[in-house]
């Protein structure tokens, strides 16, 4: 399964099946997503006590949310000094 890092700390993993990702999420933030947005966000049982949510890429708005949703990931995985280094990422 690929995985992407940062600082040694996974910020995205892509399943298998390519048709979704999974990025860091904290779970109270996830239960909002999955409830305004069933088709999109989702969370497989055996991932229900992490802080992870699955995305289904087929729907993804535009590159624009794809990216948002990356960063936001990379954000919670990066350390202070990536965070201060890149200050873009707001």
Do not use: N, Y
């Not at 966000?41 to 087929?58: D, I, M, N």
């Amino acid at each position: 399964m690929p995985t992407f890092r940062v600082a040694g700390k996974m910020f995205i993993t892509i399943p298998d099946d390519e048709t979704s990702f999974a990025v860091r999420c904290p779970i109270h933030e996830r239960q909002e997503l999955i409830a305004a947005e069933p088709e999109k966000f989702w969370v497989p049982p055996h991932e229900a006590s992490s802080s992870w949510v699955r995305v289904r890429l087929a729907q993804l708005e535009d590159l624009e949310e794809l990216r948002d949703i990356l960063v936001d990931s990379w954000k919670q995985a990066a350390p202070t000094r990536l965070l201060d280094a890149f200050p873009g990422t707001e």
